[in-house]
Nanobody, 115 residues
Framework: QVQLVESGGGLVQTGGSLRLSCAAS????????MGWYRQAPGKQREMVAT???????SYAGFAKGRFTISRDIPKNMLYLQMDSLNPEDTAVYYC?????????WGQGTQVTVSS
């Protein structure tokens, strides 16, 4: 089993920054990749950024130039640095781990950007 715990969400003003963290634990020895997704009220969950094991990151269009995903493999941590936030970024942000090609999700952390 794999457990993911997100943290770092909160309320921020337009133009502000937040750094999300995801702590992974459990059987991680065949992690194919990790990523961040988000879901706004009334909308489908969408990809924000992903990073495959041994590969480079990929970003959704809205995240390019503003968000940075990083992964600390020895510490089993995943991060998302979010800058220049705007109200459209308001959503619950979820951490994803793909381990042995199975998908595991965290419980999510709320990010609210005020105008």
């Amino acid at each position: 089993q794999v457990q993911l715990v997100e943290s770092g969400g909160g309320l921020v003003q337009t133009g502000g920054s937040l750094r999300l963290s995801c702590a992974a634990s459990g059987r991680l020895f065949r992690t194919n990749g990790m990523g961040w997704y988000r879901q706004a009220p009334g909308k489908q969950r969408e990809m924000v950024a992903t990073v495959p094991t041994g590969g480079g990151p990929s970003y959704a269009g809205f995240a390019k130039g503003r968000f940075t995903i990083s992964r600390d493999i020895p510490k089993n941590m995943l991060y998302l640095q979010m800058d220049s936030l705007n109200p459209e970024d308001t959503a619950v942000y979820y951490c994803l781990a793909i381990v042995n090609y199975e998908h595991y999700w965290g419980q999510g952390t709320q990010v609210t950007v005020s105008s």
